[in-house]
């Protein structure tokens, strides 16, 4: 359970000051109510409150506590299925207008750094590296791919050797250079959304857990422990922290993982030699590493998972032997953070967007791409509850089929089904 900022988190200790906001203790009423203070509660927070609306958010722990201020950072291009598998699944037309929706999700990103003056140390380009050999035939032709049918010219082949020059490890076999994408300080984002949101009117309540929500005539009543919500319409959010609240559909097709991250101490000279340009850095493992320099020339690096509740006890070395199997040259190097947190997963990692019920919508399983998606997606529910649900339509035909197993089994058939395509990585 998420009971705040982990104090173990480089991102935690480096946040811009942000109050501390009270907990809801009476009963209010609002034309929608949010409940989560993460990425995309706060964006559906800050559109609807800019536009006039009525708008509290229900925060179980602390603004950004949960995935969206323990994160890696990295702001990756298009949706979490690449192009080719949303054509091959909804059709062209379906999967254009999906591009277009996450080079929307992008410009917005960047306009809200920009508008708000977000302090998040954004920095473009993104490095996906093959940890294989083979491969390069399918980078050509992603590359011409998104260039011919999608007109997307940002993407780059990097060879082997200009690689292993650039990363400062010669232990990937060549990938792609993606221009659009980048890396940020992703609990910096947050707070300053949260700040947007409520200079707009939005009211924040932390340590708020929504326990429950009813009918009670035409309006929606949001349960917490010393209070309640009367509301014309819920957004619910929570990626991997989805709890009761979300209801039984929702929890059969987002599940929740845990990853882990270690911030070093400031590299000095070495950090000339890591990643030369800058760029964010994630490998083609099915448990990805993902590693990129902080301003003051920390390697912040992600690297493994879990699948059950709770983190392992050491987790500076359990992520530690991770950054050594890529960087065995920094055994020397002390690591100052380490922390974890969880994400939601679907089946086909496609995002969980719908309307519930009348009134009722949810966005969740951002599957690792909520960075860049998800503070859109807010904006797109909150179009949605004010009549305008285009956007939302669009992603509920994405496919986010239950877990198999039912209640009883789709935990442990999913973790064996995980651990199976771990394992292939170690092959």
Wanted: some cysteine; charged content about 20%.
């Amino acid at each position: 359970m998420n009971t705040g900022h982990p104090a173990t988190s480089w991102y935690a200790a480096t946040a811009t000051p942000f109050p501390q906001l009270p907990a809801l203790s009476d009963h209010v009423r609002a034309d929608v109510c949010v409940v989560g203070a993460g990425y995309t509660g706060l964006g559906a927070a800050l559109e609807l409150a800019t536009r006039g609306v009525r708008v509290v958010v229900l925060e179980a722990a602390q603004v950004g506590s949960g995935g969206s201020g323990r994160n890696g950072g990295q702001v990756h291009t298009g949706q979490r299925n690449d192009q080719a598998w949303l054509e091959k699944t909804l059709g062209r037309d379906a999967a254009m207008a999906l591009w277009r929706m996450s080079q929307d999700a992008r410009a917005h990103l960047l306009a809200l750094i920009a508008e708000h003056d977000i302090a998040c140390d954004f920095r473009p380009g993104m490095i996906h590296a093959r940890h294989r050999q083979g491969g390069e035939a399918q980078d050509v032709a992603h590359v011409a791919f998104m260039r011919d049918r999608y007109g997307y010219d940002q993407l780059a082949l990097i060879d082997a050797a200009d690689l292993a020059d650039e990363l400062g490890t010669d232990v990937y076999h060549g990938g792609l250079v993606d221009l659009g994408g980048g890396h940020l300080h992703p609990l910096n984002l947050a707070l300053g959304m949260a700040r947007a949101a409520r200079t707009a009117g939005a009211v924040i309540h932390e340590h708020s857990r929504a326990t429950a929500w009813r009918r009670e005539g035409g309006a929606i009543v949001v349960q917490t422990p010393q209070g309640r919500v009367t509301c014309d319409q819920l957004i619910l959010t929570g990626d991997g922290y989805l709890d009761a609240v979300a209801g039984g559909a929702a929890r059969a097709r987002v599940m929740p993982i845990n990853n882990f991250l270690l911030a070093t101490e400031p590299l000095g000279a070495r950090a000339e030699t890591i990643i030369r340009s800058g760029a964010a850095v994630a490998d083609s493992r099915f448990v990805i590493n993902y590693f990129r320099k902080s301003p003051d020339g920390r390697l912040i690096f992600g690297g493994g998972e879990n699948y059950r509740p709770g983190f392992p006890p050491d987790l500076k070395a359990f992520v530690r032997r991770h950054m050594l199997k890529v960087y065995p040259d920094l055994a020397d190097v002390e690591v100052t953070h380490a922390w974890g947190g969880t994400l939601g997963i679907t089946v086909h990692r496609a995002p969980f967007v719908r309307e519930l019920a009348p009134g009722v919508r949810i966005a969740a399983g951002y599957s690792g791409q909520g960075v860049m998606l998800a503070p859109w997606f807010g904006k797109l529910l909150a179009d949605a509850a004010l009549g305008e649900g285009e956007g939302v339509e669009l992603l509920a035909r994405l496919p986010t089929p239950p877990f198999p197993g039912g209640r009883l089994l789709r935990w442990p058939l999913t973790v064996a089904g995980l651990s199976w395509f771990a394992l292939r990585d170690r092959i």
